[in-house]
Nanobody, 115 residues
């Protein structure tokens, strides 16, 4: 079993920045991808950004040029640097790890952007 622990959410003014972190409880082999999803009230969960085991990144159109996903394999951690935040970025952000046939989720961290 793997636990994913997220941190870094909070309250920020529009235009500001936050950095989310997601640490896995142990080293995982054969990672398909790690990513960040978000869910706003009344909306479906959506992919924000993902990074494959080979380091290929993918972003939602709404965050391209503002968010950057990265990974530190030595620390079993994935990061999401969020710049130029907008009120519409407000959501609970969830970390996801896909490895083989397994799919793990973090508990979520709240990001609130006020104008």
């Amino acid at each position: 079993q793997v636990q994913l622990v997220e941190s870094g959410g909070g309250l920020v003014q529009a235009g500001g920045s936050l950095r989310l972190s997601c640490a896995a409880s142990r080293t995982i082999f054969r990672i398909n991808a790690m990513g960040w999803y978000r869910q706003a009230p009344g909306k479906q969960r959506e992919l924000v950004a993902a990074i494959t085991g080979g380091g290929i990144t993918n972003y939602a159109d709404s965050v391209k040029g503002r968010f950057t996903i990265s990974r530190d394999n030595a620390k079993n951690t994935v990061y999401l640097q969020m710049n130029s935040l907008k009120p519409e970025d407000t959501a609970v952000y969830y970390c996801n790890l896909a490895a083989g046939e397994y799919d793990y989720w973090g508990q979520g961290t709240q990001v609130t952007v006020f104008s």
